[in-house]
């Protein structure tokens, strides 16, 4: 068995496709929950769950500014809509969910590139 590493691919938000920087490492948060394990008095523990969103942060999306790419990205975010979210990896793996777009979001001009943070509610997915 052969493991593929590489960047994601693609990413749909919205609808809209983006091609991501081929050098861009992305971090990806499945969502779900997270465990704390808190002391009681007498040595024991007891595990508290929080519920946390999925998260994949890292991404450089391929900006073309004549298609207004990055007003469309802008729009999701002032909206803070929930839409549907689509990420290619390499492998061929496709992970889904919806969500929105989170954090500062700028663009490079000398890379044509968006450095985006994409989050939302419950899990992403394998699809």
Same mark, same amino acid.
């Given at each position: 068995?052969?493991?593929?590493?590489?960047?994601?691919? +693609?990413? =749909?938000?919205?609808?809209?496709?983006? +091609?991501?920087?081929?050098?861009?490492?992305? +971090?990806?948060?499945? !969502?779900?929950?997270? *465990?704390?394990?808190?002391?009681?008095?007498? =040595? &024991?523990?007891?595990?508290?769950?929080?519920?946390?969103?999925?998260?994949?942060?890292?991404?450089? /999306?391929?900006?073309?500014?004549?298609?207004?790419?990055?007003?469309?990205?802008? =729009?999701?975010?002032?909206?803070?809509?929930?839409?549907?979210? *689509?990420?290619?990896?390499?492998?061929?793996?496709?992970?889904?969910?919806?969500?929105?777009?989170? !954090?500062?979001? &700028? &663009?490079?001009?000398?890379?044509?590139?968006? +450095?985006?943070?994409?989050?939302?509610?419950?899990? /992403?997915?394998?699809?």
């Amino acid at each position: 068995m052969s493991i593929i590493a590489g960047p994601v691919e +693609s990413v =749909g938000i919205g609808g809209r496709v983006f +091609s991501v920087a081929q050098d861009a490492d992305t +971090s990806r948060k499945l !969502g779900g929950k997270e *465990n704390e394990q808190m002391m009681n008095g007498d =040595g &024991t523990t007891r595990t508290s769950q929080t519920r946390v969103a999925w998260s994949v942060s890292g991404l450089q /999306l391929s900006i073309d500014d004549e298609q207004g790419d990055h007003e469309y990205l802008q =729009g999701i975010a002032d909206r803070a809509a929930q839409v549907p979210i *689509n990420l290619t990896y390499a492998s061929g793996v496709v992970y889904g969910g919806t969500g929105t777009i989170t !954090g500062e979001m &700028t &663009t490079s001009s000398a890379n044509q590139t968006a +450095s985006v943070t994409l989050s939302g509610p419950g899990k /992403l997915e394998r699809q």
